[in-house]
């Protein structure tokens, strides 16, 4: 009886496994065409797919979304755990939705293979948000490495904006250099700060204030309010310190309660305001050029990585190379030159 469950259980999987495969792209693109939710889901999983054998089909699903014409606004949200990121989204993603517009909330989280659990993704998360139906959610895809996660973000992005999606939200938690990568694919940038005693500007990681197209004081509300307050003026000072951006914006820095949900319009304006001032003057499409011109680097990058570490003979002498590095009888120099070596006779 249990062999034949086994048999069973073994044909049912081979067959899911040949399902799979045999993604019918077409099938998949006119479920996009049509704006249909749950064929989203399943191209994001088909672009996020590890296997070798979906990669074509998922280029070419990409490719065909890319030839639809599109007009979303990318807005990437970066805060430490506990700043309120989540709350934040599901407020301004509601009064979006409100607005009639679709909202994609997508996430880059590198901790998300390395530590089993991710930091975004461990708990119930924009539960209103999830149940609308003009709003997606998409956890951080797994990967070994922030580029891979990062790759497969922004192949969502243009799933999601073929789909009809016109408020993109990408979410990091900011661990490595995940917030470069996520300011690398949107076209606004937004820091979720807390405020604190006056040392705002403290533990602050370098950089990031650089990137802020604005910084947002969340948990605005209560006693609360006053410090929030002096955090703005602050980070405003800060702010006005960096040399001016090339594209003629002054970060703005505002204040809001993600729980009460005062303030959120308003950031949602800034951001209106900055998209129409960013189309009109042609920036907005000098940084898509840019960051399309970065993507493909980063691609080559990714691809050649994945190809060398996915080689069986590379990982043969990676294996015997490691081992002699280990034992101090070659050093990782010659190690490594001797594994390059190898991918010019492959
Ligand atoms: P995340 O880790 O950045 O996603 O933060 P969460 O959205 O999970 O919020 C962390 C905690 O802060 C939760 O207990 C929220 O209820 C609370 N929180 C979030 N936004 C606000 C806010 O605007 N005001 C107050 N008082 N609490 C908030």
């Known amino acids: 009886m249990s062999t034949k469950n086994n048999r069973s259980e073994a044909r049912i999987s081979e067959i899911r496994n040949i399902r799979k495969i045999e993604i019918s792209v077409d099938d998949l693109f006119d479920g996009i065409k049509a704006r249909q939710k749950t064929e989203l889901g399943r191209a994001i999983t088909l672009?996020?797919?590890?296997n070798t054998v979906?990669?074509?089909?998922?280029?070419?699903?990409?490719?065909?979304?890319?030839?639809?014409?599109?007009?979303?606004?990318?807005?990437?949200?970066?805060?430490?755990?506990?700043?309120?990121?989540?709350?934040f989204i599901e407020t301004f993603g509601k009064n979006l939705t409100k607005l009639g517009k679709k909202v994609a909330v997508l996430a880059v989280d590198p901790t998300s293979t390395q530590n089993k659990g991710s930091i975004l993704g461990d708990k119930t998360r924009m539960q209103k948000l999830s149940q609308d139906p003009n709003a997606f959610i998409r956890p951080s895809p797994a990967g070994e490495?922030?580029?891979?996660?990062?790759?497969?973000t922004r192949e969502a992005i243009v799933i999601c904006e073929a789909t009809g999606y016109d408020v993109i939200l990408i979410e990091t938690v900011?661990?490595?250099?995940?917030?470069?990568a996520v300011h690398g694919m949107v076209d606004f940038f937004l820091v979720l700060k807390l405020s604190g005693a006056g040392d705002e500007l403290q533990g602050i990681k370098r950089?990031?204030?650089?990137?802020?197209?604005?910084?947002?004081?969340n948990k605005a509300d209560g006693d609360n309010i006053t410090?929030?307050?002096?955090?703005?003026?602050?980070?405003?000072?800060?702010?006005?310190l960096y040399p001016?951006?090339?594209?003629?914006?002054?970060?703005?820095?505002?204040?809001?309660?993600?729980?009460?949900?005062?303030g959120i319009e308003e950031i949602w304006n800034m951001i209106d305001d900055y998209i129409a001032k960013q189309k009109e003057s042609g920036f907005l499409k000098e940084l898509r050029q840019e960051q399309n011109k970065y993507w493909l680097l980063q691609t080559i990058e990714n691809r050649l990585v994945t190809d060398f570490y996915q080689n069986d003979k590379i990982k043969k002498e990676l294996k015997k190379q490691i081992n002699a590095v280990?034992?101090?009888?070659?050093?990782?120099?010659?190690?490594?030159?001797?594994?390059?070596?190898l991918t010019k006779k492959i």
Do not use: Y
């Open 54 to 87: 979906h990669h074509e089909a998922a280029q070419e699903l990409i490719e065909r979304c890319l030839s639809l014409q599109t007009s979303s606004v990318r807005i990437g949200i970066t805060g430490v755990p506990g700043v309120g990121k989540s709350t």
């Open 145 to 152: 490495s922030l580029g891979g996660v990062a790759q497969k």
């Open 174 to 180: 900011g661990v490595g250099q995940s917030e470069v």
């Open 47 to 50: 672009v996020e797919s590890n």
């Open 207 to 217: 950089g990031i204030l650089e990137m802020a197209d604005a910084v947002v004081i």
């Open 227 to 240: 410090k929030a307050d002096l955090a703005v003026k602050e980070f405003t000072r800060a702010l006005h």
């Open 326 to 341: 280990t034992k101090g009888s070659t050093s990782p120099f010659r190690a490594a030159n001797e594994l390059l070596r």
């Open 244 to 262: 001016p951006k090339k594209n003629g914006w002054v970060p703005k820095v505002a204040a809001c309660s993600a729980i009460e949900n005062s």
